[in-house]
C-alpha cells in the first residue's frame, strides 16, 4: 500500500510538468492549429541558459526568472522571423519548418553546450523525504510551481485584458482584427509564453533526469498524449490529461509493463484517443458544413 501511494504521489509530481508542456502545446496549437514539435528541445536549449547562469555566480531563482524572459523573447522571435512568413503555407511546410526547428535546437544545444550528461540543482532539495515519506522535497517543490504557474496563466487568459486579446485572436482571429486587437502580436506573445513556460517545466524536470540535448524527447511525448487525453484544443483539459498521464505512467511501469517499457504507455495513450475520441476527454468535436 505504501509503494502504491509513493507511486500516485510521484506520478502527480511528473504529471505537473507534463502539464506545463501539454499547456504550452496547446497554447501554440490554438494559435496555429499545428504542434510545435520542437517545443521539448526549446526547452532543453532554456534550461542550458539557466544552468549556464547559475554556473556564472546568479543565485537559482534569478537564473530562474532570467530564463524564463530570455524564452519568452525567444518565442516571440521565432513568431516573427518563423512563423509569420508560413501563415498561409500549407500544412507539410509548417510542420516541415517545427521539425526544422526541433533539429536545430537539438543541434545547438550539443554544439555549445556539449553531449555529456550535466547535472542540474534543485532549490528544493531536503536531507529527509517529505509527507511520511512518500515524496522528495524536489518533487514537492516541483509541483508546487508547476501549480502556480498554471494558476497564473488561468488567471492571465481569464481576467487581464490582454490575456483575453490573446485568446480572441487564437479563436476567432478575423472578428478580432474587426474590434481592433493586433492579431500577429497576440499570437507572438502566445509563443513567447509557451516558451517560457517550457522553460519552467525544463527547470523543473532537469534535476530528475539529468540535463543533456535529448532530456525532453520522452516528456514531450507523455506531455502530448496528456494533452490529446484532455483534448488538446482545451487548456484545462490539457493540464489534467498532464497529471493524468504521469499517475498512468508510474502506476503502469511499477506495476504492469516495467520501467523499460512505460514509455510505450504514452504511445498506447496516443492511439487510444485518436481512435475511440479525437477530441479528448474534455475538447469538443468540431463539425463544420461544407
Given amino acids: 500500500m505504501d509503494g502504491l501511494i509513493h507511486q500516485i504521489l510521484s506520478g502527480i509530481a511528473t504529471g505537473g510538468i507534463y502539464a506545463s508542456v501539454a499547456l504550452a502545446l496547446v497554447m501554440i496549437y490554438q494559435a496555429t492549429h499545428h504542434v510545435n514539435f520542437a517545443q521539448g528541445e526549446m526547452a532543453t536549449f532554456s534550461t542550458y541558459i539557466a544552468l549556464t547562469l547559475i554556473q556564472a555566480g546568479l543565485s537559482y531563482w ?113 472578428s478580432a482584427r474587426l474590434v481592433g486587437i493586433r492579431v500577429g502580436w497576440m499570437l507572438a506573445l502566445g509563443w513567447g509564453l509557451a516558451a517560457g513556460i517550457g522553460a519552467i517545466a525544463g527547470c523543473m524536470v532537469a534535476p530528475i533526469v539529468f540535463l543533456d540535448p535529448n532530456m525532453m524527447a520522452g516528456i514531450l511525448l507523455y506531455s502530448f498524449a496528456g494533452a490529446l487525453l484532455g483534448g488538446i484544443g482545451n487548456p484545462l483539459g490539457a493540464v489534467l490529461g498532464g497529471f493524468a498521464v504521469g499517475v498512468i505512467e ?25 481512435v475511440v475520441k479525437p477530441s479528448g476527454l474534455l475538447g469538443k468535436a468540431v463539425q463544420s458544413r461544407v
Fill in 62 to 174: 534569478v537564473a530562474f526568472a532570467a530564463t524564463f524572459v530570455i524564452s519568452f523573447v525567444m518565442g516571440v522571435l521565432i513568431e516573427r522571423v518563423l512563423m509569420r512568413p508560413m501563415a498561409n503555407a500549407p500544412i507539410l511546410s509548417s510542420v516541415g519548418v517545427f521539425i526544422g526547428l526541433l533539429l536545430i535546437f537539438s543541434s545547438i544545444s550539443g554544439w555549445i553546450f556539449g553531449y555529456t550528461i550535466k547535472t542540474f540543482p534543485s532549490p528544493f532539495e531536503t536531507s529527509k523525504p517529505l509527507l511520511g515519506g512518500y515524496v522528495s522535497g524536489h518533487e514537492l517543490g516541483s509541483t508546487a510551481v508547476t501549480l502556480v504557474v498554471l494558476l497564473s496563466v488561468y488567471l492571465f487568459f481569464r481576467h487581464t485584458r490582454l490575456g483575453l486579446a490573446m485568446r480572441a485572436a487564437a479563436y476567432n482571429p478575423a
Fill in 250 to 274: 508510474n502506476l503502469g511501469g511499477a506495476y504492469l509493463v516495467g520501467t523499460e517499457l512505460k514509455l510505450t504507455l504514452a504511445l498506447v495513450i496516443i492511439v487510444a484517443v485518436l
